[in-house]
């Protein structure tokens, strides 16, 4: 079945308008993704409270959750899976099982109900986000792809917005609030669920597989472990893996540590939070989305590089009050507005060609998230040292993320696909 009878088709050409709604519904993936994450970080000292979690299984849940290792298995499989048998295929299923993972966080009344559900959230996020981020790479055109893609970003940023907001305004209610709170992203899961039943499949998916047989595995994986591909490989993942050490604990942690170590009330380190997605938000449509198509993505990354870190460090030499927070959170929110999370969106479609471009993005998504894990488990033992140890580790992080983008990343901005594929000159 083609797209056009499947659903809307999904061209380059289409007009502008269609193109904002292809990528708005594409996008929801980074606002249910980010909202998840977040909705863990609010409710977290709840369920410290409730259920009398310890640093070692605050540190697990963290870890197996939908910001770490869940989501990294899902990219994985969800990446093969889009390039064998379409990027609309995930999309018939993956928020089902979203879904169905928030019902179990909604209606947990223990521990081991909490992994359940956080596990199934993060399975069904992580295969959503090659799916999109292809999907929008695919349909947009060369010059506004990145200003595309930059939607995502934004969306991620009032996933979190919201959640904060709501979360605040819930958590006299205790454990029902944090109950409702779920609900929100449940529902947000069925309208976008429901929304993408309008939206066909990719062109330039369907046209590498009309007379080819479907990709296999081995074949998706082989370019991307080998010669110049591993070697593209191993720039994303390095740049993003190390950014997003530091941007993960940020992102799942910071309400919780700046309650248990900076004296800040409930209501102070949520609207802290708030502010950084908003600047993150208000910088991607005031920075990245208007110049990243037409100038130099490698200094715009190292102008965030150095706003981030300087942000850091203020709560490494500083002490932890509302002062340090407000500084550290204005910083990395400004240079989070064109930092190495757009640019691993933009550069990890970019870079691969159409027959592995979900697999590729999956299996470094993979890579990340899994990563981050592994680091989420250990975040609580370093704090018990003392939070200015974490300070200064996180800085390290967005440094040499940053020297890792700006040495070695590509110069596509304003290139078509095609001129990019025969650039990097990747097997096919």
Sequence with gaps: MTSSAAGVSQSEHASPGQHWKWTFVAAMASYIDAGSIVAGSVALSVWVSAYGLTDSTVGLLGALSSNAISAGVGALIGGYICDRYGRKKIYAYDLLLYMFGTLWLIFAVDTWML????????????????????????????????????????????????????????????????????????VAALTTWWMRHGIGESERWERENTDTAPVKWSAALRPLLTGKGLKLTLMLIGMYGIWNLFAGTNGFYTPYLLKAFGSQSDAASVGLQCLYFLLVAVFTVLVFMPFNDRFNRRLMLALSTVIQAGGMLLLAVLPLNFGSALGYIVAIGIGGGFGAQHFFQIWSGELFPTKFRSTAQGLMFAVVRIGLGFWSFFVPIITATGFQTLAYIL????????????????????????EIEQEQGLAR
């Design 115 to 186: 992994f359940v559900g956080y596990i199934l959230v993060g399975l069904a996020v992580g295969a959503d986000i090659p799916a999109s981020w292809s999907l929008i790479t695919e349909f947009s055109p060369a010059r506004k792809r990145g200003k595309l893609g930059g939607l995502s970003q934004v969306l991620w940023s009032l996933g979190p917005i919201v959640t904060l907001a709501l979360g605040l305004m819930l958590q006299p209610l205790g454990m029902l609030g944090m109950r409702l709170l779920f609900a929100s992203l449940f």
């Design 395 to 418: 800085t390290a992080f967005i440094v040499i993320s940053g020297v890792i983008g700006v040495i070695w990343g590509p110069k596509t901005e304003g290139l078509t696909l095609e």
